[in-house]
């Protein structure tokens, strides 16, 4: 089978290094890629949302099975584009449709979808620049922290949690006067806070049926003690240590049910992955917020621990057929310690020399902002590297990430050193 994972970042390395070992897959490509997918596959230097040039890419390589790994060709509509196209219906997308992936595109679209699945989540209100007088009265109605999301896309940093009245005031209006976000901040969600810790599920569905993946927490904040800007992930643990049985049953019986009975209900064609955002109050779950991708840096510490053929899952995803196959996990902990460059999650410069790689010992390099020049790898983002490592414990994965690390090298290279922190 010839597959086509579309993304750039370190999840579609993990997909790629995860589809590669399938003996059902026979030629693999990645569009864009990066260094890393470079040395497993074959990258295609096309956009993630040039659909057209996805279609003439799908048919002369003979494309039987095409795994979107970022939400915006999700949101964008891809998996309606290829099932309206008479030459691309029977070609195998693991996505859902622009009507779920919704539930990432819109965060007010997500909390009605939760409020109507009686799906346990915070309290909220919605407000536009012509409701910013009603947004600020709301404001005064809730206890401090104050939570402000932008309703769109803001690539994982529409998000606000502020402790002064004064200063969620004045970002109210930055975000639908001043488009503090773009089109993404049209509309803010205002909702309560809840005071927990934070932890994903990951949910593979056919739209009928579902297989729950192994559990993760991530770190977003850049600073150490989770201090400082949001970015896209620093790090993340598999499985979570606090998640028990009877949490679980929690989450499966309140949240996962009524998602995928949700999506059956409201007839939206869904064949992919619902990433669940919890947060655990008091030993109760709440839904945060929905995506409709795998979550990066997740990504990298789930799929390592499924020992079950990839490939296999996906095809029976898209059959409609997930009720008839299993999945085998690995029962040791995964943890992954993100490599960034320096200044982000704000400016930061590109086209650094990386080196070191070939000294990993006992870990997996997954790539996400790398290219090559000149015979070299060299930083092309943000986020550079994860560095995953797997052990019977979690805190003996960590310190064998971080002693990899050690060997690795770039011009202002920063990581946070204290994943995990929070799990002691």
């Known amino acids: 089978m010839n597959i086509l994972i579309l993304g750039s970042g370190g999840r579609e390395h993990t997909f790629a290094y995860k589809l590669s070992q399938s003996n059902r897959c026979e030629n693999l490509f990645v569009a864009p890629g990066n260094a890393g997918t470079s040395e497993i596959a074959t990258n295609v230097s096309i956009s993630v949302n040039d659909f057209e040039a996805i279609k003439k ?13 970022p939400e915006d060709p999700l949101v964008n509509g891809i998996a309606d584009y290829f099932l309206s196209d008479s030459e691309l219906k029977n070609v195998m997308l693991i996505g859902p449709s622009k009507a779920g992936a919704l539930l990432e ?16 989540t915070a309290a909220y209100q919605s407000f536009t620049e012509e409701t910013l007088r009603e947004g600020k009265q709301f404001l005064e109605t809730l206890k401090p922290p104050y939570v402000l999301k932008a309703d769109g896309l803001a690539a994982g940093k529409g998000v606000l949690i502020l402790n002064d009245i004064d200063e ?39 739209g009928k049926n579902y297989k729950i993946l192994p559990t993760a927490k991530d770190y977003k904040r850049i600073g150490e003690g989770d201090k400082g800007l949001n970015t896209g992930g620093m790090g993340a643990i598999s499985p979570v240590p606090f ?40 030993n109760e779950p709440f839904v945060i917020e929905y995506n409709v991708r795998m979550g990066d840096p997740e990504t990298e510490v789930v799929l390592p621990r499924i020992k079950s053929d990839l490939v296999e899952l996906f095809e029976a995803t898209f059959k409609q057929q997930l009720d008839k196959v299993s999945i085998e996990l690995d029962q040791r902990a995964a943890t992954t310690v993100m490599l960034v460059s320096g200044g982000y999650p704000e400016a930061y410069e590109k086209g650094k020399v990386i080196s070191g790689i070939k000294n990993i010992d006992d870990s997996i390099v997954f790539h996400a902002g790398t290219t090559t020049k000149d015979g070299n790898i060299v930083t092309n983002g943000g986020r550079v590297l994860a560095i995953t490592s797997m052990n019977e414990d979690y805190k003996k994965a960590l310190k064998k990430s971080y002693q990899n690390i050690e060997k690795l090298h770039f011009d202002t290279m920063n990581y946070r050193r204290d994943i995990g922190f929070d799990l002691t």
């Open 57 to 69: 890419c799908v048919l002369n390589n003979e494309i039987n099975m095409v795994v979107v790994g």
């Open 105 to 120: 595109g819109s965060k007010e679209r997500a909390k009605e979808f939760m409020i109507d699945h009686q799906i346990p």
């Open 168 to 206: 969620a005031k004045n970002e109210l209006e930055d975000m639908l006067s001043n488009s503090k976000f773009g089109a993404a901040s049209a509309t803010v969600v205002i909702e309560e806070f809840l005071d927990g810790i934070e932890l994903s599920i990951f949910v593979l569905t056919d």
């Open 243 to 282: 998640v028990d049985d009877v949490l679980m049953k929690k989450i499966e019986e309140r949240i996962v049910i009524p998602t995928v009975n949700g999506l059956q209900k409201e007839n939206i064609d869904y064949k992919g992955f619902v990433f669940i955002g919890l947060i655990k109050v008091n």
